[in-house]
């Protein structure tokens, strides 16, 4: 068994990257785990784990996230424009729709990065806020954003499984 995070390797698992689309309107961890236990049901994702022989057991719902950042607190969508936010996978993308500078990094990176002045926001999860130090820099702090966030399956081996 294993925990992967879909985004980080969609080439490997295109199907369920859906998840990760920005801005879904996803309301909380309970939404979600509906939305994730019906799409892993789903035939081309079924298909496509199987290439792997792979099995979706279940997802392991993270929060939406939210953008903390020093500098000027962004007032419209307007205000990211220009700005350098660390940011993967769909949020990257809707970040540069808005004409921010999504930037990828470890999350081991990003503490040091926005001290520094490369980046001037991160988008995590909540938990990753606090675990990676970007609150004690952070001077602000989007609360109704939700951009989406990354979709992080348990999965088995199907012969394991069946066997």
Known sequence: MAQFCAGYHRDKNP???????????????????????????????????ARWSATLLMPSPMPQYNIAGVGDAPKTVGDFEGMRVR?????GKAMAGVNAV???????????SLDSGVISAVAFAPHAHMAFGTVESAKWWTTNLNPGTVNCPVVVNTDALTA
């Open 15 to 49: 199907t369920i990257t859906v998840m990760e689309l920005p801005f879904l309107g996803v309301s909380s961890l309970e939404q979600e785990t509906k939305i994730a236990q019906a799409l892993y049901k789903h035939p081309a994702v079924v298909k496509d784990l």
């Open 87 to 91: 940011a993967t996978g769909g949020i």
């Open 102 to 112: 999504p930037t990828s990094m470890s999350a081991t990176e990003v503490r040091t």
